[in-house]
């Protein structure tokens, strides 16, 4: 991994950390609050960004992450006339995230 990947990663390790926070404090986020919560969205939005961002060699000797979902979802988002933006948000949040960075 050179430093621009290990920058991104990092990145993507802090805004997920942010997010997952403001989901499990006392803030009570669940589903349908965090789709009206829009820098929870933009953590998200920005993370599915960064990983657009990885080169296709990085991309290829990490395999096991499901960059076209990640696609997707930055794609769904960016549009915000896609209903389906906030529900994969949310699924990114809560799932696929985590199940990334493990």
Known sequence: ?????SDRLATIIDL???????ISSGNDIRKGTF?????????VFH?????HN?????????RAINWQEFRVIRND???TYSPNGYESAWRVATELIPETIG
């Open 77 to 79: 988002l960016a549009h």
């Open 35 to 43: 789709v009206h919560n829009s820098v929870l969205e933009y953590s």
């Open 54 to 62: 990885y080169s296709r060699e990085f991309k290829a000797k990490h």
């Open 47 to 51: 993370i599915s960004e960064i990983i």
């Open 1 to 5: 991994m050179n430093e621009g990947e």
């Open 16 to 22: 997920y950390n942010e997010m997952f926070s403001a």
